[in-house]
């Protein structure tokens, strides 16, 4: 404290000033991530899409009010903005607008199943190894990297191989293969963590390790997963497409944006637009995901900011 | 009073003529080896420029070891990197000033002429050798691939002189450890392999960051003792970045103490540990653990203002327990009689309880 | 050294356990074998005699050792659809997947690396959000449309390249490009972070300290470095490649394994899956072991001993 009267009260001033600064700062520290979430090019082109996709996914079937299995063989192969059908009749002339709103769905419900149990199973697996060690630790990262270096394409035609073709063996085996990658990830990451003073201090101090798993850990590592998950959604969208496509996926009647852009590719000539408009559902979609995904790294990963490495003293 | 100004552009350093240091005794050339001038290096965040060098000026003299201290923050490392040109370019920038050696202006060389100056006439030696050598060279490619940029040299001749450099900074069995790649060497061998790649040219000015903070206690006398020596034998100017006042009180000769982005005080050694005159080096001083100060260590209370937000005046004024009210309406300048300047306006005697 | 042998062995103990994973999964398959070859009509005790010619009732770890016995010595077995001999059927489309595959790979690293690369050194510049937008839109796209599109396109209306067929340069074009775009979007990412990674390390500074160009010190020491989790990652390139080809491969006619190992799936052809379901597992896990390798070689840190 300056012994100078004067200068005692210039200090508090400025005091009051640099606390003010610094209040804004803090209060702004979570505005600034929403606005830098908001500011986020990727992330908005990303949501807006992904808005649209669910929208139609999840209310596209019961506004059309059509049944996706309604054939009609006097109009088939009708071009998009034909009388009653929007987007056109496939080669059964079924309205192809509501068949691409079920295979969004089926997309999304796939995606939704692949990732909650990559998710669970990834996280779950990669504590229990990356925190235990020794023994447990290798057995589980031997199991990930014997699963996670197959391709994913050739695991699910195996799975398909043994139980059969439908939807449930493809979610299995992009389960499988993304469980892998989300638990490679968690594991690395609890890793570092382990070594990190907070959690040795929280040991130190008694804290049960149950508690200091979803207090400190999980939090922690909650921001890399949620990124990768985003982008396992994107890779669970094609793979289910791509084996729909062969015609290991969904069975017909069951729509799948795959399956469609397979029962199409005979008459590209004739209309295209029953291959083009579910393979562009399908871009959509993952496009959207995967921005998602990167916007979010943006945002959340320090990294990124190595640019600026170098500069502190 | 003979308050001579120095922050202007052309650097009225006062007493520049006078000898100072070992450059009394005559061992080097007349002139002075690096010469800083009114250096303002800005940090662009979130689209606005800070300063974080504010307009420093700094003159070496050859043969003389001048130490720059300061606190973590307060651009010593910025200031290094802006005189070779090395600021990492975005977000940070060298904005203005003159850095004068060997009668040219580096800030306005051309890229490849800077490029040449760099090793060959002006080396820099950074805090951790091991991030700083590259680790899928070995070493000797490293240094072969310096030499072969400067000089005109074959293979075999590079190899040679990078043999030799190695062994001069007194790396053990230099002829095998030329293969060996960064992770295969300890902290101090790679530290002297930095001192041999900067040294291998012969350059007349060296600035070394922090050589020892990331290095073993053990080694840290070692690694110094060999630049002291490397500096006393080629009669180099050496521009030392430290925060350790011990190592500064046992090789400067003069000693520029940076405060936010702009020298505070400056005066030759001895005087500065004898009489410092600003209250932030007093308070330095004071924070130095000695026999006197028993259990409790002094701290210069509160902490550097962030450069988004600088004081109005005197920028250590809100940390000055000295301060009156011209410190927080007036910018102070850099004054002083003779060799002893700083930037106060109401220095004090040093009380070192 | 003792790094590479001990991946070798891991190599093998993976290679074994797949396989038994393999042979189990198609064993247990839901379907019957039987339905392949028989017709419809064929009675209870003709499926019964072809299950016991084929040994299909015996335990499956039988079956299982008596089928490696064979695989050793080089019996292969033959198709139950066509009976050809597989050994004959690996061994010519073995050739055309190699074709496709090498090229695609080879397009993956010889487009995604550079355009990585210049992205990394212009970075948000216009050049770089050109790269990135292409490289995000590449990893949107399905192959499988991608592939449609690019014979509708160039084969149908422009008629400028083959719609399908093997084996020359004019029919690989297509397949191989959509093969490797996928990658090439990948490679592009991965390249650009990783060069950004390593051009804001210290050792850029000490090499720009020492006097290098920018040229010397991007082009030779940045991405030298760069190259270390691109190399890491190539098997897993390679693993993508395999995958992607079962689809590629089925859509432009391209007679290789994949095309065979997706038929032979949907016809229930057991032999013949199993045993290119084994091919194509040991293609990925030995190109894992040659990315694990070659990762040895442009990273010195592993090499201590």
């Keep these: 404290m300056p012994t100078d009267p004067e200068a005692a009260r210039y200090l508090r001033e400025w005091d009051d000033r640099l606390q003010d600064y610094e209040d804004r700062q803090r209060i702004t520290a979570v505005r600034q991530l929403l606005r830098r979430m908001g500011r986020n090019r990727l992330l908005l082109i990303g949501t807006v899409l992904g808005f649209v996709v669910l929208f139609l996914g999840l209310f596209g079937p019961v506004i059309s009010g059509v049944d996706y299995r309604t054939q009609s063989f006097r109009n088939i192969h009708r071009p998009p903005f034909s009388e009653g059908h929007l987007l056109g009749t496939d080669e059964l002339g079924r309205d192809i607008a509501i068949r691409l709103f079920i295979g969004i769905r089926v997309s999304l419900l796939v995606a939704a199943g692949v990732t909650t149990l990559a998710l669970v199973a990834g996280v779950l697996l990669g504590m229990t190894g990356g925190w235990t060690g020794g023994w447990t630790d290798r057995a589980v990262r031997g199991g990930v990297d014997f699963v996670w270096g197959f391709p994913l394409i050739l695991v699910a035609v195996l799975f398909a191989g043994g139980l059969g073709e439908g939807l449930f063996p493809v979610i299995l085996a992009v389960g499988l293969v993304n469980t892998a990658a989300i638990a490679r990830v968690v594991r690395g990451e609890v890793l570092v963590l382990k070594q990190r003073e907070f959690i040795e201090a929280a040991h130190a101090a008694g804290v049960s390790t149950v508690r200091i798993m979803g207090r400190h850990v999980v939090p922690n590592i909650l921001a890399p997963t949620m990124v990768l998950a985003s982008y396992y959604v994107a890779v669970a969208v094609v793979a289910e497409a791509a084996l729909s496509f062969v015609g290991l996926g969904a069975q017909p009647p069951l729509p799948s944006l795959g399956r469609m852009v397979s029962d199409g590719r005979n008459f590209l000539r004739v209309n295209h637009w029953e291959a083009t408009i579910p393979g562009l559902a399908i871009v959509m979609l993952v496009l959207s995901v995967s921005l998602i995904g990167d916007g979010l790294r943006d945002v959340f990963d320090p990294r990124l900011r190595h640019e600026a490495k170098g500069v502190e003293e | 009073m003979s308050a001579t100004r120095s922050s202007t552009p052309g650097c009225a350093v006062p007493d520049r003529q006078a000898p100072i240091g070992p450059a009394a005794t005559g061992a080097g050339p007349p002139g002075l080896a690096l010469s800083i001038c009114n250096l303002r290096t800005v940090i662009r965040t979130e689209g606005v420029d800070h300063e974080v060098v504010r307009g420093l000026s700094l003159d070496i003299q050859p043969d003389e070891i001048v130490c720059l201290v300061g606190e973590s923050g307060c651009g010593k490392t910025m200031t290094a990197l802006s005189a070779l040109r090395l600021v990492p370019s975005p977000p940070a920038r060298v904005v203005g000033g003159e850095v004068m050696l060997a009668g040219r202006d580096l800030l306005k060389l051309s890229n490849r002429e800077m490029r040449a100056v760099r090793t060959e006439e002006i080396s820099m030696i950074f805090q951790d050798p091991l991030t700083s050598l590259d680790p899928v060279f070995t070493v000797g490619q490293m240094l072969i691939e310096v030499i072969c940029t400067h000089r005109p040299l074959s293979k075999r001749d590079a190899t040679d002189l990078a043999i030799s450099a190695l062994g001069g900074v007194g790396l053990p069995a230099p002829h095998q450890q030329i293969d060996a790649y960064p992770h295969q060497l300890s902290g101090g061998m790679r530290q002297r392999v930095m001192i041999a790649m900067a040294l291998m040219l012969d350059p007349s000015v060296l600035i070394a960051d922090e050589p020892t903070t990331a290095l073993d206690v053990t080694v840290q006398a070692q690694i110094l003792d060999r630049l002291l020596e490397e500096q006393r034998k080629r009669h180099m100017a050496m521009l030392l970045i430290t925060h350790d006042l011990a190592i500064v009180a046992s090789i400067a000769d003069r000693v520029a103490v940076m405060y936010s982005g702009e020298i505070v005080e400056l005066a030759p050694v001895r005087e500065l540990f004898s009489n410092p005159r600003h209250p932030y080096t007093q308070g330095l001083l004071k924070a130095l653990p000695s026999a006197r100060s028993k259990g409790v260590l002094y701290s210069i209370p509160g902490r550097v203002p962030p450069p988004q937000f600088p004081p109005p005046g005197c920028h250590f004024a809100p940390r000055c327990p000295y301060a009156v009210s011209r410190c927080w309406q007036q910018y102070p300048e850099l004054t002083g009689e003779g060799l002893h300047q700083m930037r106060c306006f109401n220095p004090q005697p040093f009380d070192p309880s | ?305």
């Design chain 3, 1 to 305: 050294m003792r790094r590479i042998a001990s991946r070798s062995l891991y190599m093998l103990l993976i290679l074994a356990l797949s396989s038994i994973a393999v042979f189990y999964a198609i064993r247990l398959s839901g379907g019957d074998a039987t339905a392949a070859r028989l017709p419809a009509s064929a009675s209870a005790e003709d499926r019964a005699q072809f299950r016991d010619q084929l040994g299909l009732d015996d335990p499956v770890y039988e079956q299982y050792f008596r089928y490696m016995g064979r695989v050793v010595q080089g019996d292969f077995g033959s198709s139950i659809t066509n009976n050809a001999k597989i050994s004959n059927l690996v061994k010519e489309h073995g050739r055309n997947s190699l074709v496709l595959g090498a090229s695609a790979f080879v397009l993956v690293f010889a487009i995604g690396v550079p355009l990585g690369v210049l992205a990394a050194v212009r970075r948000n510049r216009s050049a770089d959000a050109g790269i990135m937008t292409f490289s995000v839109v590449g990893m949107a796209i399905p192959n499988f449309w991608l592939a449609l599109l690019a014979v509708w396109l160039f084969a149908s209306t422009l008629g400028w390249l083959p719609s399908a067929g093997c084996c020359g340069i004019k029919q690989l074009i297509l397949p191989a490009s959509v093969l490797a775009l996928e990658g090439i979007a990948l490679t592009v990412r991965m390249t650009r972070s990783a060069m950004l990674e390593n051009l804001g390390a210290d050792f850029v500074r000490t090499l720009r300290a020492g006097g290098l160009s920018e040229l010397r010190v991007i082009g030779r020491h940045v991405l030298r470095n760069a190259m270390v989790p691109i190399v890491s990652l190539a098997g897993l390139r390679i693993g993508q490649i395999v995958g992607y080809a079962l689809v590629v491969e089925t859509i432009f006619g391209w007679p290789g394994l994949g095309q065979v190992l997706v038929t032979a799936v949907l016809r229930r052809d057991y032999p013949v899956a199993q045993f290119f379901s084994l091919v194509l597992i040991a293609v990925v896990v030995a190109s894992n072991w040659l990315a694990d390798v070659g990762y040895t070689v442009v990273n010195p840190r592993l090499r201590r001993a």
